[in-house]
């Protein structure tokens, strides 16, 4: 029985990216197709380390972040660091999401005011 391998195409289309996007992470050394001449087919662990790429991006991740917390999977023992890691990595990009959120309804606030005190002035000068 051979393993399931896939082509770019297969993998741009599941995934809802390009076929530039899979090479990029090729170039980068993320994941490694077999070549058969002009032909890459990737493997289901490829299939799954861009699954989990792409995942870390939706989530705020970097592509180093993500990678770095791929990379500490060991499936011979426990993921505890891994696990730990990808705690602290998620409360970190929550606490600078959250400061943003805050910065972004103070400027929101002061946008409101300024458009305020404007519709104010064009009543008066009515």
Same mark, same amino acid.
């Given at each position: ?11 741009a289309?599941e ?16 994941? %490694?197709?077999? +070549? !058969?001449?002009?032909k890459?087919l ?6 799954? =380390?861009i699954? $989990?790429i ?5 989530i705020g991740?970097?592509l180093?972040?993500s ?6 999977y060991d499936p011979? %023992?426990n993921? +505890? !660091?891994?696990?730990?890691?990808l705690?602290?990595?998620v409360?970190?990009? =929550?606490a600078? $999401?959250?400061?943003?959120q ?6 929101l606030?002061?946008l409101?005011?300024?458009?305020q ?10």
């Amino acid at each position: 029985m051979t393993d399931k391998t896939y082509t770019i195409s297969d993998l741009a289309r599941e995934f809802g990216v390009t076929t530039r996007t899979i090479r990029f992470y090729e170039e980068k050394g993320l994941i %490694h197709p077999r +070549r !058969e001449g002009q032909k890459r087919l990737y493997s289901a662990a490829d299939r799954v =380390r861009i699954k $989990l790429i792409l995942r870390g991006k939706r989530i705020g991740l970097s592509l180093q972040e993500s990678v770095e917390v791929i990379d500490m999977y060991d499936p011979e %023992h426990n993921n +505890r !660091e891994q696990l730990h890691s990808l705690i602290n990595t998620v409360g970190e990009k =929550r606490a600078r $999401l959250l400061r943003q959120q805050r910065d972004i309804e103070e400027m929101l606030r002061g946008l409101d005011e300024v458009q305020q005190l404007c519709e104010q002035a064009l009543v008066d000068l009515a």
